[in-house]
């Protein structure tokens, strides 16, 4: 499996970005794909995930300002980014699960400047 993202960049504050994840090499429609950041000095967390059959769900942080969707045709995952803040900077990392087995994304880096 090999993921793909894209889309980081610098924003400022209230701005918005999307990032994209293309998965390749995986039967992507079972999967259940989350983006997950990692900020400076920060453990990683979940931003979000998708299942299969659509069910999303997400970090209260981001909640009413982020939202995740998917692609089943083009094998790709998509975070929609609203209303960003300083503190959204991070890594965005793209995340492929099938039961326990686990792939990552190289990351993309989110600068929002205040």
């Known amino acids: 499996v090999q993921l793909q993202a894209s889309g980081g960049g610098l924003v400022q504050a209230g701005g918005s970005l999307r990032l994209s994840c293309a998965a390749s090499?995986?039967?992507?429609?079972?999967?259940?794909m989350g983006w997950y950041r990692q900020a400076p000095g920060k453990e990683r967390e979940l931003v979000a995930s998708?299942?299969?059959?659509?069910?999303?769900n997400y970090a209260d942080s981001v909640k009413g300002r982020f939202t995740i969707s998917r692609d089943n045709v083009e094998k790709t995952v998509y975070l929609q980014m609203n209303s960003l803040k300083p503190e959204d900077t991070a890594l965005y990392y793209c995340?492929?699960?099938?039961?326990?087995?686990?792939?990552w994304g190289q990351g993309t880096l989110v600068t929002v400047s205040s």
């Open positions: 090499g995986t039967i992507f429609s079972i999967a259940v």
């Open positions: 998708i299942t299969s059959g659509g069910n999303t």
């Open positions: 995340n492929h699960a099938l039961g326990s087995l686990h792939y």
